[in-house]
């Protein structure tokens, strides 16, 4: 199961409505979040939308003329955007209609162009939600020193408004006989500059797994396997 929250121009209605309908079909165990038909009388709408966007596990964008033009949804955008520096995981997916102008607050995220054949277009839509997408990736890279040793580093890359929520990195080096070879780099001033950067020396093949953890919490909140080869 899962929680989905469709942003939508009334214009563009009828989409939306037939996306909500695909993912229940899917499993009916999924929560499709739609305004006009899942906020009940009475409650306080703009609290409720706020809400849900920060509960949700994926935020489908309908991108469109129309949509361009709404305050609601510029809101809406914001709410997810800040949701995502907070979790470090990335929900939000954006379907563009008659190729509408990309914003900047979209240029980093996947785009899904409409087509004549909106099987196909679902189909890529679960396919691009379903895949694991983090709002940071682990980057590193290795160069050789010598004819025997391998020098080499890993680093955080994320937004600064993202890095400046964690606490600590742990990199826990795996050579096979060795699972206790942890080393950690806290944050600092220069953790930013440094995006949480920690140099390694080895002649072996290696598996690192990547923890972060975020401020304010004792919670084991990323992780994330790299095998190392050279």
Same mark, same amino acid.
């Given at each position: 199961?899962?929680?989905?929250? !469709? $942003? ?8 939306? =409505? ?5 993912? $229940?079909? /899917? ?17 306080? +709408? ?7 966007? =920060? ?11 129309? $949509?361009? &033009? *709404?305050?609601? !949804? =510029? ?5 997810? &955007?800040? *949701?995502? /520096?907070?979790? @470090?995981?990335?929900?939000? !997916?954006?379907?563009?209609? &008659?190729? #509408? ?8 995220? &996947? ?15 679960? $396919? @691009?939600? /379903? ?13 050789? #020193?010598?004819? +025997?040793?391998?020098? @080499? ?34 944050? *600092?001033?220069?953790? /930013? ?5 920690? *140099? ?14 975020? +401020?304010?919490? =004792? ?12």
């Amino acid at each position: 199961m899962a929680n989905f929250f !469709i $942003s939508y121009s009334r214009k563009n209605t009828d989409i939306a =409505k037939r996306i909500r309908n695909l993912i $229940s079909r /899917l499993d009916t165990a999924h929560d499709v979040f739609l305004d006009t038909e899942s906020i009940k009388a009475g409650a306080d +709408w703009k609290k409720e939308l706020e809400n849900r966007i =920060k509960k949700c596990d994926h935020f489908i964008y309908i991108h469109s003329p129309e $949509s361009l &033009q *709404s305050k609601y !949804i =510029k809101q809406e955008l914001a709410w997810v &955007q800040q *949701s995502e /520096l907070k979790t @470090g995981i990335r929900k939000l !997916i954006v379907y563009r209609l &008659q190729f #509408a102008d990309i914003i900047p607050q979209l240029a980093a995220y &996947q785009i899904l162009d409409a087509t004549d054949d909106f099987t196909i277009d679902f189909f890529k839509l679960m $396919s @691009g939600i /379903l895949q694991s997408n983090s709002f940071y990736t682990v980057e590193h890279e290795i160069q050789l #020193a010598d004819e +025997w040793w391998y020098n @080499g580093k890993f680093w955080i890359d994320a937004p600064p408004e993202f890095l400046k929520k964690i606490q600590m990195v742990e990199y826990r080096f795996d050579y096979g006989w060795d699972t206790d070879a942890i080393e950690t780099v806290k944050a *600092s001033p220069t953790s /930013l500059k440094n995006k949480f950067k920690k *140099s390694f020396e080895t002649k072996y093949h290696f598996t690192v797994f990547v923890v972060i953890y975020l +401020w304010n919490t =004792k919670e084991l909140y990323f992780v994330k396997t790299i095998p190392v080869f050279h």
